[in-house]
C-alpha cells in the first residue's frame, strides 16, 4: 500500500489519531493542508492577516470538531468546509461582507460569452480577490464552492435576490477588470505564497 503520510499508513489513521487528540497527527494536518487552506481563506478575507488568523482559527475547530466528520466524504473538503464557514463567521462580525459599491458603477449585464472565452483559473483568483467583500463572498460561495443562491441567503442572512444581484455584478466587475488588464497586461509571478505561520508559532499564538 502507497503510504500517504508520515507515520501514518492510511488518511484513516490519521483520522483516528486526531480524534485520540495526538500532536503529531495535529502537526502533520496543518503542515499538508495549510498551504490550500491559506488560498481559501484569503479568498473571502482580502487581507492576508486576516486571512491567516481566520486558518488558524479554522485549524482549531477542525482539532476541536474532529469527532464530527463521519468519515464518508472527502477529509481535505470537510476540512475546507470548516474553513469557510470561520471565513464567513469572521466577516458577518467585522460586517465586510455587506459592503457594495453603488450600482450605477457596475455593469447590469456581463457579457457571459465573452468572460468565459478569456478568462483564466489565475486571472480568476486573483480579480476575484479584488473585488467589494460582499460581491466577492457571494461569488465564492456560488462559483467556487458550488452553493445555491438559497443557501447563501440562508448563510448571510440575505434574500436570494440579493445573492443573485450581487452575483450578478461581481461577474460584470471581473468582466470589467478583464477588458482593463486586456488592454494593460501585467506579468503574472511564479511563485506562490504560503502561509508564513510554521505549526509550533501557530500553538503558540492558541494557547
Known amino acids: 500500500m502507497r503510504l500517504l503520510i508520515p507515520f501514518f499508513t492510511t488518511e484513516t489513521q490519521l483520522i483516528a489519531a486526531l480524534k485520540r487528540g495526538e500532536a503529531k497527527a495535529h502537526k502533520i494536518v496543518y503542515e499538508r493542508f495549510s498551504g490550500k487552506m491559506m488560498v481559501v481563506c484569503t479568498r473571502y478575507c482580502a487581507n492576508r492577516a486576516d486571512a491567516?488568523?481566520?486558518?488558524?482559527d479554522g485549524f482549531m475547530r477542525v482539532f476541536e470538531k474532529i469527532d464530527q466528520f463521519r468519515e464518508d466524504g472527502s477529509f481535505e473538503g470537510w476540512i475546507r468546509r470548516v474553513m469557510v464557514?470561520?471565513?464567513?463567521?469572521?466577516?458577518?462580525r467585522s460586517k465586510q461582507w455587506?459592503?457594495?459599491?453603488?450600482l450605477d458603477n457596475v455593469p447590469e449585464e456581463p457579457d457571459y460569452q465573452w468572460a468565459d472565452a478569456s478568462l483564466n483559473a489565475d486571472d480568476l483568483l486573483r480579480m476575484v480577490g479584488q473585488l467589494p467583500d460582499g460581491y466577492r463572498t457571494v461569488f465564492n460561495l456560488y462559483a467556487i464552492e458550488?452553493?445555491?443562491?438559497?443557501?447563501?441567503?440562508?448563510?448571510?442572512?440575505?434574500?436570494?435576490?440579493?445573492?443573485?444581484?450581487?452575483?450578478?455584478?461581481?461577474?460584470?466587475?471581473?468582466?470589467?477588470?478583464?477588458?482593463?488588464?486586456?488592454?494593460?497586461?501585467v506579468p503574472h509571478s511564479a511563485t506562490q505564497r504560503t502561509p508564513s505561520t510554521t505549526y509550533n508559532e501557530q500553538k503558540q499564538r492558541t494557547r
Do not use: C
Open 52 to 56: 491567516e488568523e481566520v486558518m488558524l
Open 98 to 102: 455587506r459592503h457594495e459599491l453603488p
Open 85 to 92: 464557514t470561520e471565513s464567513l463567521m469572521f466577516l458577518r
Open 146 to 185: 458550488g452553493y445555491s443562491h438559497a443557501e447563501i441567503a440562508d448563510t448571510l442572512g440575505i434574500s436570494e435576490g440579493t445573492s443573485k444581484s450581487q452575483l450578478s455584478r461581481a461577474r460584470g466587475l471581473l468582466q470589467a477588470q478583464l477588458k482593463k488588464a486586456e488592454q494593460n497586461p
